[in-house]
């Protein structure tokens, strides 16, 4: 099976630009989670959602929102792009009870903002 | 906010030799994950530990999570060259969002 799988692999936008990530979990799997790992850094949370809904959002600014579909996939969306939002931008997927302790991690987007 | 704090930030060591890196924290986890990361990819999960005390091997690496679920260890046993990459440890007690520490970057030289 397939795991968790995220598009595009990289990304060079500009300051201002906005952009949207994408994101297929596992099979089965119901939740996504989106994650912002700076160089040097542990990821940090931004967003999950469950069946659809957001079920929690860490300490990121309103220029980023995400949602889910239908078919679990997910986007993530960042408007008015800064230099400090250049990261690895990671996917999870969790099982079907949605719980953190089940997350598993695509490989990532890489945006670089200039 | 990085709710752990993991030590040491960076090792350098030759194949063969043992190893162990540490993952603090002053909050109680209701379980505490590892995963190693490689340059440009996503995290791969190690392992997952659910209660205070408790010891899990996996091959040659064996992880133990603290008596009162605040820390957690992982020990490395003749390690090899596949062995290099980013250690991360991170704590659930939110029940959906990990925190993660800072990792451990671990360099092995044949």
């Known amino acids: 099976d397939a795991g968790v799988t995220q598009s595009p692999t990289h990304l060079i936008k500009t300051r201002g630009q906005q952009v949207t990530l994408r994101c297929s979990p596992i099979s089965g799997h119901k939740s996504v989670s989106w994650y912002q790992q700076v160089l040097g850094q542990g990821p940090q949370f931004i967003f999950q959602?469950?069946?659809?809904?957001?079920?929690g959002r860490g300490n990121f600014p309103d220029r980023f929102s995400a949602r889910q579909f239908p078919n679990y996939s997910s986007e993530l969306n960042v408007n008015a792009l800064l230099l400090g939002d250049s990261a690895l931008y990671l996917c999870?997927?969790?099982?079907?009870?949605?719980?953190?302790?089940?997350?598993?991690f695509g490989p990532g987007t890489r945006l670089t903002v200039t | 906010t990085q709710l752990l704090e993991q030590s040491p930030q960076f090792l350098s060591i030759q194949e063969g030799e043992n190893l162990t890196v540490y993952c603090n924290s002053s909050s109680v986890f209701s379980s505490l994950q590892w995963y190693r990361q490689e340059p440009g990819e996503g995290p791969v999960l190690l392992v997952t530990?659910?209660?205070?005390?408790e010891v899990k091997k996996l091959k040659r690496l064996t992880f133990q999570f603290g008596d009162a679920r605040k820390d957690s260890s992982l020990h490395i046993t003749a390690a090899q060259p596949g062995d290099t990459g980013l250690y991360l440890c991170a704590g659930d007690h939110s029940g959906y969002a990990l925190n993660f520490g800072k990792g451990t970057s671990l360099l092995v030289t044949p």
């Open positions: 959602y469950y069946e659809k809904e957001e079920r």
């Open positions: 530990v659910v209660t205070g005390g």
């Open positions: 999870a997927s969790s099982g079907t009870s949605g719980r953190a302790t089940e997350q598993y």
